[in-house]
């Protein structure tokens, strides 16, 4: 969640491939979209969870 959080105040022109995916492969994460193909961030290597709960206590953290 920190991750799209990050994208969407960085760069919200990259959200649209990130969205396009429930679920990211962690340990590609990198704020260099030109890495991520290579290192396999649209590879995840578990399944998917749900992740609402979090993103709401985040989004109440920061005040959205």
């Known amino acids: 969640m920190i991750f799209r959080l990050a994208r969407e105040d960085t760069q919200p022109?990259?959200?649209?491939?990130?969205n396009s995916?429930?679920?990211?492969n962690g340990w590609a994460i990198s704020l260099d979209?030109?890495?991520?193909?290579?290192?396999g961030l649209f590879e995840p290597k578990s399944e998917?969870?749900?992740?609402d709960r979090i993103q709401?206590?985040?989004w109440e953290a920061?005040?959205?």
């Not at 022109?13 to 990130?18: G, M, P, Q, S, Y």
């Not at 995916?21 to 990211?24: A, G, M, V």
């Not at 979209?33 to 290192?39: E, F, G, L, N, R």
């Open 33 to 39: 979209a030109s890495k991520w193909d290579a290192d």
């Open 56 to 58: 709401n206590q985040i």
């Open 62 to 64: 920061i005040g959205r």
């Open 21 to 24: 995916t429930s679920w990211l």
């Open 13 to 18: 022109e990259r959200l649209t491939k990130i």
């Open 48 to 51: 998917p969870r749900n992740l």
